[in-house]
């Protein structure tokens, strides 16, 4: 038997896919017209963007340049140039390349620049008034690379110029471990006692803060006005430096001090040998790939954790 109500259901179906397609037609039109309005085409071969008219997009390239014919709305660059010929009325900003604006070519924010040149082709480049130049030239080939080949960053090439900068760094290391095991040597033997006695709640107490600090860091560049952001941003800077440092220095006389015992008779010791062997031993560990990303994020925590946990010495103390 038929129910009486079939009809008008199949009817509110059907008019339900009908309401279902038009509106997924909409959106593929919308889609289509969106890019097809922007005029952006990719080329392979020269391994550029060109973006003909775009006056409502944010252009964003990973390591292709990227040539703004008409106008674009900003451009962020990763490894490449960037050529202005037209306009661009928002910022501009290449990390491990450089902004050439042409002649006639106009770019109405900031130009900030890492590892690259800004090049105007003009004496007096058309701009804004009150916009800023933020360049660091340094860099810019290893920057290029870098983009280029991402795993790097994890498994580094090996060749002189890395092996003399990890002896750059354990001289580094070992004279600013050694000044500040002089200057504060209570501070970093009750340092040492706490990291021995309970490593575990000292890292554990450290990754927390850091990563509660990080997602903090990031959520106040897009909830608080600029100033603000600015400025926790640079206080937190400088806390995880101080903590990073004065956790690397801990860690490098506790490890060599470690070593010395099982390896070297009571009369070779010394606090200076203990030192530098601490920082031959760190440096071995943030050179070999992979094994450096945990090794550093370990420094961070055990830094951060050993200076939130430097106000009760009386838990800490050795029987």
Request: contains cysteine; proline residues 3%.
């Amino acid at each position: 038997m038929i129910s009486p109500f079939a009809p008008g259901i199949i009817f509110e179906n059907h008019f339900s896919f009908l309401k279902w397609r038009t509106l997924c037609a909409a959106v593929l039109i919308s889609f289509f017209s969106l890019f097809a309005h922007a005029q952006i085409s990719t080329n392979s071969a020269d391994n550029t963007i060109t973006v003909e008219d775009a006056p409502e997009m944010e252009v964003l390239s990973y390591g292709k340049t990227v040539i703004v014919r008409k106008r674009a709305k900003g451009v962020l660059t990763f490894g490449a140039d960037i050529i202005i010929e037209g306009r661009v009325d928002g910022d501009v900003a290449s990390i491990g390349g450089s902004i050439i604006q042409k002649e006639n070519a106009f770019i109405g924010g900031d130009v900030i620049i890492l590892g690259g040149k800004y090049k105007p082709e003009s004496a007096n480049p058309m701009r804004n008034e009150g916009k800023e130049t933020v360049m660091y030239a340094g860099y810019e080939e290893e920057l290029r690379d870098l983009s280029q080949n991402p795993s790097q960053i994890l498994s580094p090439t090996f060749s002189l110029a890395f092996f003399a900068q990890r002896v750059l760094s354990v001289l580094f290391w070992f004279i600013v471990s050694l000044a500040f095991a002089t200057i504060a040597p209570g501070a970093v033997s009750r340092a040492i006692v706490r990291i021995r006695l309970s490593t575990l709640k000292v890292i554990a107490i450290g990754l927390i803060i850091f990563l509660v600090t990080t997602v903090g860091l990031i959520a106040s560049f897009t909830i608080l006005p600029n100033y603000l952001s600015a400025i926790f941003g640079m206080m937190a800077f400088v806390l995880l430096m101080l903590a990073y440092v004065f956790g690397r220095v801990a860690l490098h006389v506790s490890f060599g001090k470690l070593v010395q015992k099982h390896l070297l008779s009571e009369s070779n010791q010394s606090e200076t040998l203990a030192i530098f062997l601490g920082v031959v031993i760190w440096t071995l560990l943030l050179s070999i790939p992979y094994v450096w990303t945990f090794a550093l994020l370990g420094l961070f925590a055990a830094g951060i954790g050993l200076v939130l946990t430097a106000r009760s010495p009386s838990d800490w103390r050795t029987r």
